[in-house]
């Protein structure tokens, strides 16, 4: 079983902060791309970020230059650094992650974590 659980969500007026992270836990083998998604009241969930196994990440041209990704491949974990925060970056926040389990450690799955609100207020 694999679980992806996210935390740092809320409530943050237009121009602040917040941070969220992702761990995953459970028979894991590995992990290649980690990703946080978001999807706002009626609209398509949309990807915010991404992160390879190297590193390397790619941004939604929406949040270039305010948000970060990283990870910590130790512990399994995803963060997403939010700044500068918009109203309209208000939505639902899951993180995904491509990763195989110790049973079948040659074939590599998408897993979702359960979200996570985030709301900016104007």
């Known amino acids: 079983q694999v679980q992806l659980v996210e935390s740092g969500g809320g409530l943050v007026q237009a121009g602040g902060s917040l941070g969220l992270s992702c761990s995953a836990s459970?028979?894991?083998?590995?992990?290649?791309?980690m990703a946080w998604y978001r999807q706002a009241p009626g609209k398509q969930r949309d990807v915010v970020a991404t992160?390879?196994?190297?590193?390397?990440?790619d941004y939604a041209d929406s949040v270039k230059g305010r948000f970060t990704i990283s990870r910590d491949n130790n512990k399994n974990t995803v963060y997403l650094q939010m700044n500068s925060l918009k109203a309209e970056d208000t939505a639902v926040y899951s993180c995904a992650a491509k990763l195989a389990t110790t049973r079948f450690p040659s074939v590599t799955s998408t897993y979702w974590g359960q979200g996570t609100q985030v709301t900016v207020s104007s």
């Open positions: 992160i390879n196994s190297g590193g390397g990440t």
């Open positions: 459970g028979s894991i083998a590995s992990i290649n791309a």
